[in-house]
């Protein structure tokens, strides 16, 4: 046995855990500065400062402001799971909670995340850039309809990461829409997205 890899594991563990601690800070400056003056009015400057992290950390940990936006959603699919904990209903019902939650807190945040969607959209983000930023939604919603399947309330018509892998794309589609119009309420549109999901788009016969 390898003596030396037990003595690495409390260092790498710490550096793993100090790494999260300064994502998180920066994270939460940028936020805090977002929410008390406009968003193209913070600089990458500005959140450094708030973090109290030098320009080259912030970028080891985002490539740019818009990226921000991978950690959001990292931190809404988190706060969900937990209430998920003690959800009681169907999967199909867990489901449309969660759908309902996520549309909810990025309308809640609509000045910010709007513009914020706008500028990593306008950056032309590579595949990779764009499932990073999805990667935590992507995955919850893979499981929820897993569960649905298992549970005999959604058809197994392919497999849950396809399906996931749609439904998140039709969100992403509907996001960029709601960029662009104000007026939109995002969590209308993901309800229809959800009706088209949970029932189809053909008419039943009469």
């Known amino acids: 046995m390898d003596a030396s890899a037990d003595i690495d594991k409390p260092a ?3 550096r793993t855990r100090k790494k999260e601690r300064t994502r998180r800070d920066i994270y939460e400056a940028a936020m805090g500065l977002f929410n008390e003056k406009d968003y193209d009015d913070v600089t990458i400057g500005d959140i450094c400062e708030r973090a109290d992290v030098a320009k080259a950390t912030f970028f080891l940990h985002f490539p ?15 706060g969900i799971r937990e209430q998920l904990e003690g959800f009681k209903g169907s999967a199909t019902d867990k489901f449309c909670f969660v759908i309902s939650e996520l549309a909810g807190e990025w309308q ?4 910010v995340m709007r513009k914020m969607t706008r500028e990593f959209v306008d950056a032309l ?3 990779e850039a764009g499932k990073a930023a999805n990667e935590s939604l992507l995955t919850l919603t893979m499981e929820l309809i897993r ?6 309330e959604f058809r197994k018509i392919a497999p849950p990461h396809r399906l996931a892998a749609a439904f998140v794309a039709a969100s992403s589609a509907l996001t960029i829409e709601w960029t662009e119009m104000p007026g939109v309420d995002t969590s209308e549109t993901h309800k229809e997205l959800l009706d088209v999901l949970l029932n189809g788009l053909r008419q039943k016969p009469k």
Request: zero cysteines; hydrophobic letters at 30%.
């Open 125 to 127: 983000p590579t595949l």
């Open 147 to 152: 569960e649905a399947q298992k549970a005999g």
């Open 108 to 111: 809640r945040n609509a000045p």
């Open 64 to 78: 740019n402001k818009a990226a921000l936006l991978s950690e959001f959603n990292e931190k809404l699919t988190s």
């Open 12 to 14: 790498s563990s710490r």
